[in-house]
């Protein structure tokens, strides 16, 4: 491809960012808007087929212009311009995508009057700004960890007004893609993958200026954490410090979102800085002893920042039981529920009160569990240690998204970030990553709400297709090809 047609390209993004910039301007998040407007009323309303035509047009030009490019970013300067140039109209639009960030503001305004979010819903206080949160939220606890509630906290003391805190907790959000532009080139040079492919799957994705930075939501924060813990136990090389500081950040991801410990035990792997000792118990044996050392460098420290943020935060454990919160959604996105969704569909014409999802919920967890000790023995056991075990973080968040009984379009960015860095077959989750941005509206309103049926069959039908076709390349790969045969 040559230099006008990706330079064309360039500029084409920059329309598709500022068409959904458009979008958001006349049919955004605005706390006046109406909370329960369906794709219709949209259509019917002011501006609406300008809005949802801008909406459909912008995610289509963003989504194919990252695609495009994805393996043709001629240089990483270039690649880094051309995604801050993407994100820079989602600086200046009112909230988009979500109604969360309303959320954000009125539990910040419930700690800075020292009542617990995790014990009580917004509506206790009750929240000045209650009036912009949907009504599925005023009653329900925050599911987030104390280091977020600390930052809410704080959004709301600087931002002072509505608008003052939604600029606040965007600046954050935007110092967060920054640590991840600055962090991700060190790991994705340490896996052998280009750095301008990393920073350009990670940065300039339909997701992450729209609903990332536009919403704004708090996965960036954790994401950052999450980057910048894993960069400095690259590059720590066994060294105590930089081991300490590493472990320090990720156990701060850990208290945005409780999901970021599962790439704990990979960053102690890592943190051993050595490769595979002998394939046998000796050899296990020999190498127990630098694990539980580099798990005590960066997992202590882990705990410890855990800890005193959530000392710091005043409210104790609380935020542990809060997380179960989210899971009363019941949405056919999280493949676990979609299944449970058609068992739950297909059962209940016999049983009225039959009802699937917690079982498969149960079982997917069971699953996951599962999936990340095998990755972990995997890299364990890998003689390039260090490789092995940032991909098998990237991996573990990618079988938490998919596993997890909810998921959310911004979920998608967990592991995709991660992906980015460590293998180039990112396909799935940036095919994942389009079909979910296409999948809410500008004012919040997801879509999958609307059809739930037959929504969760049709998903269910399509795990179904992936897990045969699944297992029908992994028995061709394990079988010999007639045609190679020998014979006596």
Avoid at 204 to 220: E, I
Avoid at 281 to 297: F, Q, S, Y
Wanted: glycine share 10%.
């Amino acid at each position: 491809m040559g230099r006008v047609t990706v330079g064309f390209l360039r500029w084409l993004g920059l329309a598709g960012s500022l068409m959904l910039a458009g979008a958001g301007w006349l049919g955004g998040a605005f706390p006046g808007a109406d909370l329960e407007a369906t794709p219709l009323s949209v259509a019917r309303g002011p501006y609406g087929p300008i809005i949802l035509g801008l909406w459909l047009a912008g995610t289509a030009v963003t989504s194919y212009t990252w695609w495009t490019l994805r393996d043709r970013v001629p240089a990483l300067r270039w690649g880094l311009v051309t995604a801050a140039l993407w994100l820079l109209p989602f600086l200046f639009v009112p909230p988009m995508g979500s109604r969360d960030v309303y959320s954000y503001a009125c539990q910040g305004e419930m700690f800075t009057h020292g009542i617990d979010p995790y014990r009580l819903g917004v509506s206790a206080l009750p929240c000045t700004w209650l009036e912009t949160v949907a009504e599925i939220w005023r009653d329900t606890v925050t599911p987030y960890g104390p280091l977020f509630l600390l930052i809410a906290g704080a959004a709301v003391a600087v931002g002072q007004t509505l608008t003052g805190t939604i600029v606040v907790f965007r600046l954050i959000t935007l110092a967060a893609i920054v640590v991840v532009a600055a962090c991700l080139p060190a790991l994705a040079r340490r896996c052998g993958i280009a750095p301008e492919r990393a920073i350009w799957v990670a940065l300039a994705g339909p997701l992450v200026g729209a609903h990332m930075l536009a919403a704004p939501h708090n996965d960036a924060v954790m994401i950052g954490l999450l980057v910048a813990g894993l960069f400095l136990t690259v590059r720590a090389k066994a060294r105590p410090i930089p081991l300490l500081t590493g472990g320090v950040l990720l156990g701060l991801a850990v208290a945005v979102k409780a999901t970021a410990i599962v790439v704990i035990p990979f960053a102690a792997l890592i943190a051993m800085h050595r490769p595979a000792g002998p394939d046998s118990w000796r050899g296990l044996r020999a190498e127990l002893g630098p694990l539980a050392k580099a798990a005590a460098l960066v997992g202590g420290s882990s705990v410890a920042a855990l800890l005193a943020v959530t000392a710091a935060g005043g409210l104790g454990f609380g935020w542990v039981p809060a997380m179960q919160g989210s899971t009363t959604i019941i949405q056919f996105t999280s493949p676990p529920t979609a299944v449970g969704m058609t068992l739950t569909y297909a059962g209940q014409a016999l049983f009225p009160g039959f009802d699937a999802v917690p079982a498969v919920r149960a079982l997917a967890l069971a699953a996951l569990t599962t999936v990340l000790i095998m990755l972990f023995v995997t890299a364990w056991r890998d003689a390039d240690r260090d490789r092995a075990a940032l991909r098998g973080a990237a991996f573990g968040m990618a079988a938490v998204v998919l596993l997890s009984p909810v998921f959310h379009p911004w979920y998608a960015m967990w592991p995709l970030t991660l992906l980015a860095a460590v293998t180039l077959r990112t396909s799935a989750f940036m095919w994942i990553s389009i079909v979910a941005a296409f999948s809410v509206l500008p004012d919040g309103g997801g879509l999958p709400r609307f059809v739930k049926f037959p929504g969760a069959p049709l998903m269910t039908v399509f795990l179904i297709v992936l897990a045969v076709r699944f297992y029908r390349r992994r028995t061709a790969v394990t079988q010999p090809d007639p045609q190679q045969a020998t014979f006596p």
